[in-house]
Nanobody, 124 residues
Framework: QVHLGESGGGLVQAGGSLRLSCAAS????????MGWFRQASGEEREFVAA????????YYTDSVKGRFTISRNNAKNTVYLQMNSLRPEDTAVYYC?????????????????WGQGTQVTVSS
């Protein structure tokens, strides 16, 4: 029913940029809060960014503020994560997720649907 398909990951040098895309089917991104999480090797999956369906408010973890931008294109039913000034510590598998919650959306348990992830590797 619901499928979230991430794309856009890859290898980039420190200071470079990538744009991740999350194409959704089976749900409408404008009616869901859409989030991005990441999981580095040996680490827990952590919150990166989210955009609320209710007021289109965006949320970011402190380490990416000013560098990453989450957005959505309702016509394409797609959510994006623009990542600029990438650092080696940004290296992780990035996951797209969806929830009907409008607030308090920084926990993994808040999300109902998950994509399979896309690898982002930032070299020094």
């Amino acid at each position: 029913q619901v499928h979230l398909g991430e794309s856009g990951g890859g290898l980039v040098q420190a200071g470079g940029s990538l744009r991740l895309s999350c194409a959704a089917s089976g749900l409408t991104v404008s009616s869901n809060t859409m989030g991005w999480f990441r999981q580095a090797s040996g680490e827990e999956r952590e919150f990166v960014a989210a955009i609320s369906w209710r007021v289109t408010t965006t949320y970011y973890t402190d380490s990416v503020k000013g560098r990453f931008t989450i957005s959505r294109n309702n016509a394409k039913n797609t959510v994006y994560l623009q990542m600029n000034s990438l650092r080696p510590e940004d290296t992780a598998v990035y996951y797209c997720a969806a929830t009907y919650k409008a607030y308090d959306v920084r926990r993994r348990s808040d999300y109902n649907y998950w994509g399979q992830g896309t690898q982002v590797t930032v070299s020094s």
